[in-house]
């Protein structure tokens, strides 16, 4: 039996006949074909609904090879054709364009046994009022989520029908000129549980996962002919959000592939790449001034199979509820989202980490936040509710985490204030609840997937690409005495890279720091820039992530296990080397500090 395809691409292919210095080239073209090709290289299977010439002639064989290409029958002549000249600069100018029968595309055509997807693509094809009935129809006959695309000429013919398509997909793409002409100056009005993705040439893209923007990288290119691009990274970032990434790191490699296809003319080298190709492209976009040590990797790997004590933690004890409570799901999605942030500066360099007494015990930063939620699940559980979070004052957050003592020792409280507010907020704008994001996991073939992909679209939860508090929450979720979730065998588990785990994994060796400028500052304990946290902390996810792999241990007890590490390694006083069972394969890069950076990730 084939394999279920992961997407389906609604468009149109063309013949695009490319003139540079005078010499020709005919090569498979059309904004749809492009799509599914990268995301065919990008991973997914992919299936593409368009008009398709027959006989299929050589042009297009390639990409009927990989890509299954269903459709109405039609002569060649009848598809759009495109004549494309390039300047000596390179700048390209349509000649001259055919645009075939490429608006009697009809939803109608489309039948109802493809449909099993998990996104659907609709290309520009014509104009927006076209893809808005395929939109229309297409909701009504799929629970795949709906994506689209756009071009400038339909932008500047129609700003207002695009914009009203934009709004009514799950997931859009478009590039800068496209965003100003439709939304001026101003933010786009992305809704809760929607992507927007704004492609920025040179400058990458912005990544819109409801009011939330972040800006990714391009990759590095010598490009030749950018026919293509942005719908190369609008087929790679599908084929990420398929395969569960965050929506961050599937642009990424939407970047990567486009990478790939700019740097020949026409489809060419995108028909030609692969997949390690254009990994060779994403990879370089990350700072390797920090690095995984092969050897420290495999020492403490073999280590820790033979480790019967390295187990998971069960989410239980003084600081958690009860097993059974009907309050635990709230109290789960509501307190992890806050689990960041428990230390203060002092001099442009790390001061301390918070400490404080609550309920009679003197508990420390995660600790501290779990014993105020649990004491608010006692005394007011609907507070930890998404309306109760949503509806928060600010002297409600001064009780919530107050000290016996009277005093508030969050750091940024102010943070956390705000993400309790927008949690609530984005989980009633979705109509969802924590229970009801659990029932879904169930359902799912694959629940941790399922999740994580949900909670990309909360507040708290969706800002970090590595995910640190929603896999966080999914463990707590899986390994609670409950099982609220199955973990399966942990296929889609991410590493859980905080503070404590990227101490360790300097201080072991597991990570080497190949920068001297940045391992004078770990030393000192400074106040790092944003790239010079993530060059540590992706190395650091990367160690781990082999480490699971290589030990066998699942993700939830080496996370654990390091989390342990905390007392045997603390920040403030000297490390208890001989208590520590890595001992005799540690590095004891004893001076090493975890990045100091303020941030809600961790």
């Known amino acids: 039996m084939a394999k279920r ?108 046994n493809i449909l099993d997807v998990d996104y659907i693509h609709i290309a520009a094809i014509h104009d927006a009022s076209l893809q808005m009935r395929f939109v229309a129809a297409l909701r009504k006959r799929s629970r795949a989520r709906i994506s689209a695309g756009t071009f400038g000429y339909m932008v500047h013919r129609s700003p207002d029908s695009v914009r009203a398509l934009a709004e009514a997909c799950d997931l859009f793409f478009l590039n800068s000129f496209e965003a100003i002409t439709i939304y001026g100056d101003a933010d786009p009005p992305v809704r809760p549980g929607q992507i927007l993705v704004v492609t920025r040439g040179a400058d990458g893209a912005d990544v819109w996962q409801g009011d939330c923007r972040q800006r990714v990288a391009c990759a590095p290119a010598k490009p030749v002919d950018l026919t293509g691009a942005g719908d190369s990274v ?160 600010w002297s409600d957050t001064l009780d919530l985490f107050r000290s016996d003592e009277g005093d508030v020792p969050m750091p940024v409280l ?26 879904a996991a169930q359902k799912s073939a694959r629940p941790v997937k399922e999740m994580l992909q949900s909670l990309d679209h909360i507040s708290g939860y969706r800002e970090d690409p590595l995910r640190k508090k929603s896999m966080l929450l999914v463990l707590a979720l899986g390994q609670r005495p409950e099982r609220f979730i199955d973990l399966g065998q942990g296929e889609d588990c991410q590493p859980i ?49 082999r480490l699971q792999k290589m030990s066998g241990r699942s993700i939830g007890a080496i996370d654990w296990f390091f989390f342990g590490a905390r007392r045997r390694c603390p920040e403030m006083t000297e490390p208890q080397c001989g208590e520590c069972p890595l001992e005799p394969v540690c590095a004891r890069r004893k001076h090493l500090f975890q990045p100091v950076i303020r941030t809600t990730f961790y």
């Open 497 to 545: 890279i905080d503070y404590h785990l990227m101490r360790s994994c300097l201080r072991t060796g597991l990570i080497r720091v190949v920068d001297e400028r940045l391992e004078q500052l770990l030393a000192e304990r400074r106040l790092l820039a944003p790239a010079d946290e993530y060059c540590v902390r992706i190395s650091a996810y990367e160690a781990i992530d």
């Open 234 to 393: 609008c087929g790679g970032t599908l084929a990420g959000l398929v395969a569960g990434m965050h929506p961050v790191h599937a642009v990424r490699l939407g970047a990567a592939v486009a990478a790939e296809t700019i740097e020949a003319p026409g489809m060419s080298q995108l028909l030609a790449t692969d997949r390690a190709q254009i990994d060779a492209r994403w990879r370089p976009m990350e700072d390797r001034r920090v690095q995984v040590d092969p050897e420290q990797l495999q020492a403490i790997a073999d280590l820790l199979a033979q480790m019967p004590e390295v187990k998971p933690f069960d989410f239980t004890g003084p600081s958690f509820p009860e097993v059974g409570d009907p309050g635990t799901l709230d109290f789960l999605f509501a307190s992890i989202k806050h689990q960041f942030g428990f230390w203060s500066p002092a001099h442009g360099a790390y001061g301390k980490p918070t400490v404080a007494n609550i309920d009679g015990r003197l508990c420390k930063g995660s600790d501290y936040c779990f014993a105020a939620f649990h004491r608010a699940l006692r005394t007011n559980p609907q507070r930890l509710t998404p309306l109760g979070q949503s509806s928060l004052r």
């Open 414 to 439: 102010a943070n956390h204030h705000s993400l309790s507010r927008g949690y609530g907020r984005d989980l009633w704008e979705l109509g969802s609840t924590p229970q009801s994001l659990v029932h």
């Open 5 to 112: 395809p992961d997407i389906l691409v609604i468009g149109g292919a063309s013949v695009d006949r490319l003139r540079a210095d005078g010499q020709p080239l005919v090569t498979p073209g059309g904004g749809a074909l492009y799509t599914a090709m990268a995301a065919h290289k990008a991973g997914a299977n992919v299936r593409f609904f368009g008009f398709r010439p027959d006989p299929l002639p050589d042009l297009f064989a390639q990409a009927a090879a990989v890509v299954d290409w269903v459709g109405p029958p039609c002569r060649l002549e009848d598809i759009p054709h495109f004549e494309i000249v390039y300047d000596a600069r390179g700048d390209a100018r349509l000649e001259r364009a055919s645009w075939g029968n490429e608006a009697t595309l009809d939803p109608l055509q489309v039948p109802d």
